[in-house]
T-cell receptor
Framework: GENVEQHPSTLSVQEGDSAVIKCTYS??????FPWYKQELGKGPQLIID?????GEKKDQRIAVTLNKTAKHFSLHITETQPEDSAVYFC???????????FGAGTRLTVKP | DGGITQSPKYLFRKEGQNVTLSCEQN?????MYWYRQDPGQGLRLIYY???????QKGDIAEGYSVSREKKESFPLTVTSAQKNPTAFYLC?????????????FGSGTRLTVV
């Protein structure tokens, strides 16, 4: 099965700085690469995703980059704000496979 | 507004009791999922369902049961056979079969054994 690892497990940045979280996966057949944000006491929310035919996708302050050869993808958050503080999960998957595997999560703290 | 609703938000179970967690969606999604989350941990898949009257075991199905009698509903029963049920339970749905559609999650049910 898919082995998913996230690094770092915790990340603390100053407001306005950038944050990068990396997700490494093992299944070379994976072709869908989403990132979820989970705030305290809530369910995760999809914030950005990318498919394997694209190397980078950007949505305002967040972006995802994909390196299929190396089997990793990263979440980039620029100009961080306190409301970005949350736990972020990656969950690489593949077509016609219904059971995505989630990484262990990265707790991001943005200090004002 | 379309969404996915879990109830109750908090649930307390006595030793030896079965309890059922509700999950309802009005997104017209085909697939539905149950995940368990322990403190500081990632999400682990319990069961998933691609269509009505069909469901598959995930990685940690022992001690749990599900049903999918309606497209909108996917209740999870935590049985007395589940020895360590205290956790945060998350239900999710996706537009179609295939993991390359994003999941919509409910707000979770926190189950505690008393």
């Amino acid at each position: 099965g898919e082995n998913v690892e996230q690094h770092p497990s915790t990340l603390s940045v100053q407001e306005g700085d950038s944050a990068v979280i990396k997700c490494t996966y093992s299944d070379s057949a994976s072709n869908y690469f989403p990132w979820y944000k989970q705030e305290l006491g809530k369910g995760p929310q999809l914030i950005i995703d990318i498919r394997s035919n694209v190397g980078e996708k950007k949505d305002q302050r967040i972006a995802v980059t994909l390196n299929k050869t190396a089997k990793h993808f990263s979440l980039h958050i620029t100009e961080t704000q306190p409301e970005d503080s949350a736990v972020y999960f990656c969950a690489p998957g593949k077509h016609n496979n219904n059971d995505m595997r989630f990484g262990a999560g990265t707790r991001l703290t943005v200090k004002p | 507004d379309g969404g996915i609703t879990q109830s109750p938000k908090y649930l307390f179970r006595k030793e030896g009791q079965n309890v059922t967690l509700s999950c309802e969606q009005n997104l017209n999604h085909d697939a539905m999922y149950w995940y368990r989350q322990d403190p500081g941990q990632g999400l682990r898949l319990i069961y998933y369902s691609q269509i009505v009257n069909d469901f598959q075991k995930g990685d940690i199905a022992e001690g749990y049961s599900v049903s999918r009698e309606k497209k909108e509903s996917f209740p999870l029963t935590v049985t007395s056979a589940q020895k360590n049920p205290t956790a945060f339970y998350l239900c999710a749905s996706s537009m179609s079969t295939g993991a390359n559609y994003g999941y919509t999650f409910g707000s979770g049910t926190r189950l505690t054994v008393v």
